[in-house]
């Protein structure tokens, strides 16, 4: 039997930019990408804890270090800049695995700077 869990998220980092002139996507800083090990065009849900909107998408390198959460082409009428979402994204898993399960989350500030 399979499993989908969570395999990590980005805790309450703040919506930075809206591009409807986009194909679509989420862009995340690289930074962030990699402690939630995170890969570029990997799927990903985003729930917007302000609207209460949540939608799946996929990610695209940001540059590091500048706390880049960007959502793009359709996506970017569901969110506000400023917004506080929460990136998730999923792996499956056997009943082994699930047992001992830890995802990783990443808890950012107001600027989307890890906080550990």
């Known amino acids: 039997m399979q499993f989908e869990m969570m395999f990590s998220k980005i805790h309450r980092a703040t919506v930075t930019d809206a591009n409807l002139n986009y194909k679509g996507s989420i862009t995340i800083d690289e930074e962030l990408m990699k402690r939630a090990g995170l890969s570029e065009f990997q799927k990903v849900d985003v729930v917007d804890i302000d609207n209460g909107e949540r939608l799946s998408t996929y990610v695209i390198k940001g540059p590091g270090g500048k706390g880049d959460i960007c959502l793009n082409g359709a ?32 808890q950012v500030d107001e600027h989307n700077h890890p906080r550990d």
């Open 75 to 106: 996506a970017a009428r569901k969110v506000q800049i400023g917004d506080k979402v929460i990136i998730i994204a999923y792996a499956t898993v056997d009943a082994k695995e699930k047992e001992n399960w830890n995802p990783l989350i990443v």
